[in-house]
């Protein structure tokens, strides 16, 4: 019932196939290195760096790889939820910004192939995988990946049985499963994996053996949710560390993009340190607000040229480009059209876009002259789902 009223999504103002036709065609041709890099993707569970909480004293550094090798951040389109949006923006290259608030692409709208990084290394002879140790049903991830155009998706139920710490399948554990397909693949490939140990809620004591201490000044509950939060993205941390490490010693070009979805659900934790008023953040907010509750970690590292630096904030919908970008791909799409548009913005969010100069313009979708770049990104975005 509450996906009824987001059921029919309206073709926007203008969009007919003429429309579609007189979009400039970007001049960039498919363009692969003769020694094809391997790609490996990690959508970190609700990672984001805790000691941006006011008041709030974690030792030692949970994230030290991350902030040594950090290139930007992510912009995600959620707080504290909703992981398949963010998802289906770094996988499609396209943006929720066009679709219906509160709407879920994954189950509502994916229903047949769709272009994806999938489709697109497969086409160039890669191995295209999806790997996460949750159960295969969730957030419909079984038809959609088959949909992206994934060969296969290992889940809970296909995984061999992964150590746990905590309640859930542990970081380490899906790192060790990354690098054991990786080794025993012959061929080029793409692998996207979503991680599952640092999922919410943050009970205290979620782990016997803590590595973290918390410093703040909050109820004892606050401090020990806290402890376990920044425990889980630590080992988040740790599992990025041991990719690098493994890649730095692969003869074979390897990329490697690691980011946080979402802000955690840390709930009264955020209230008790004056981070929010309420529990979550508003839906809108000030643009300097809105970057500060949207803004996850981003490392795009390549075992040839290092990390990339200096990206700022991006919508997921850029990182196709910035991963091909750096493993020396080309494509029309994704190193044209999403590369063109990264010239003139870095976010494209419902609420607001932010040019790469860092203006913000907020509800722009009510305005009546709505920039033609962002105007033709709706028009392909509709004509390849739903035109």
Known sequence: ALNVPMAHVSAPAGY??????????????????????DIIVVMSESFWDPTQLPGVKITPDPMPTVRALRSGSMFSP??????????FEALTGFSNAFLPAGSIPYQQYVRAPIPS????????????????????????????????????FKSEETLPPLAKRGPLASDAAMTDEIIREADATQEPFFFFAVSLQNHGPYEPHRYTDTTHSVQAQTSQWAR???????????????GLQRLIEWASKRQRPTVIAFFGDHLPPLGPVYVETGFLKNNVAPRREAPDKMLEHHQT????????????????PVSPAFLPYYILKTAGITHPYYTGFLASLNERYSVVDRNMLLTRAGAPTMDWARQKDIDPAIRDFRFLQYDMMFG
Not at 124 to 142: L, V
């Open 16 to 37: 007919s196939e003429k429309a579609i036709a007189a979009i400039e065609k970007p001049q960039v041709a498919t363009s692969i290195p003769a020694e094809k890099p």
């Open 78 to 87: 959620e707080f504290g939820g909703m992981t398949a949006n963010v998802e």
């Open 117 to 152: 990084l999938a489709t697109f290394f497969k086409s160039e002879g890669y191995e295209a995988r999806a790997i996460h140790p949750g159960t295969n049903w969730f957030w419909n991830r079984t038809n959609v990946y088959a949909d992206f155009g994934f060969d296969d």
């Open 224 to 238: 020990d949710s806290l402890t376990s939060y920044a425990e889980g993205a630590a080992d988040a941390d740790r």
């Open 297 to 312: 970690p981003l490392v795009v590292w390549s075992n040839r040229t290092g990390p990339e630096k200096d990206l700022g």
